[in-house]
């Protein structure tokens, strides 16, 4: 027979008595004296059979003359006031939409599979946020033990209309927290962010970010004396939009002179081309080489050196000096000038942006590409749920993943 047709076994649960209890409401220590008493039913999970237990709820008569409680309910072991639910059956329905990355309906389904007991996904939705409510970020944040580098970006939350600012550990990885913008938003918006940044405990001496034109001036006003990089992803993000542009720009240029073998060749090849030469394989290295027989003296040959000397300066200078010196001896070159995809790669390495992509050469602490994991792991809780429908719901989430995941409280 079906576990979930089955009778449920009842246990009743009477507790001691103290002697002496405390008023909730004017915090008066007295002797216990008991005004009424009743059961409530109270479900819990048992792997065996369901599972039902009869508590007894025992209410204390205030003493004291002043206070306004005529009675209180004295508390009962693992079971919270009102709750219709024991802590553990909580806990792990928590656990479930926290740890394993599901939704309230699959747990729903779980507590009936394997744990022989009932709730809708609406009931453990208000569990996860209630448990939330009773824990802020001021006093989580202090225990992540903040390694002193921040990773700051920006993103867009699935099925919402606003921008938010999210910030982490660039070291640990830990997602630190999580804010709304607005539709649209400035200097002003990530002036706020920052700001509460600092009232949370969060003082970083270094900073990672993108090129957003308002973080490094926010941060230094608030931070004078911040150290910044620029993420080296996006850096690379930048420069492979304009190498690509010069490969694909070559391209159209065959086909409008019906050389439609060779175009299709580029298009098929265009991303190992694009590859740093560190990562070719043995076929990348025979493909390539065929390649450059085949363009030799045209844009495909330069776009291959253009982008090995590009990557010396990142992967081989071991002073900001150095990498100053290459940058400049590439820039007095000609070769590269008749690409006005080439000018716009060197005119970005020439702008006052160049300082802050180098930093890690002179602070080797600070990584040179911030933490991606912090985006891809918000991303992967944001698509089982199809987005979180509000702020308060990304931020309570955020909570008890800081509290589950990175402080292994229970």
Known sequence: MDNNLKEPKIRILNFRIPKFCVCPDCKTKQRFKKEKEHYKTVKDMNLNQPQLFKVCMVYAKCLNPDCNTHSFALPTPGIEKYS?????????????????????????ERLTRSFNTTASARTIDRWKHKEAEKHNFKDIIPKLNFSGILYLDEY????????????????????????????????????????KLKELGINPWACVIDFFAAFPKQLKKLWPDIIIQYDYFHIQQWIHKFLKNAILHYRRELKEKELKNMSSELWEHKWRLLKNMDKWTPKDHQIIEALMETYKGTIIEKVLIFKEQLWDIFDNSTTKKEAYEKRNSLAEETWWRDSSHFVKIMNFLMSWKFEFMITYLQYPKVPRTGNENIIRIWRQMEKVRY?????????NHLKLLQIRKYLNEK
């Open 387 to 395: 987005g979180f429908k509000t702020e308060k719901g990304r931020q």
């Open 156 to 195: 867009k939350p699935k099925r919402a209309k606003t921008y938010e600012l999210i910030c982490g550990d660039a070291i640990n990885g830990n997602i630190l927290y999580i804010q709304s913008t607005g539709k649209y938003y400035g200097y002003g918006e990530v002036g706020l962010y920052l700001e």
């Open 84 to 108: 219709k639910a024991t802590h553990r059956l909580k806990n792990e329905a928590i656990a479930g939409l926290i740890e394993d990355n599901s939704t309230c309906p699959r747990i729903a």
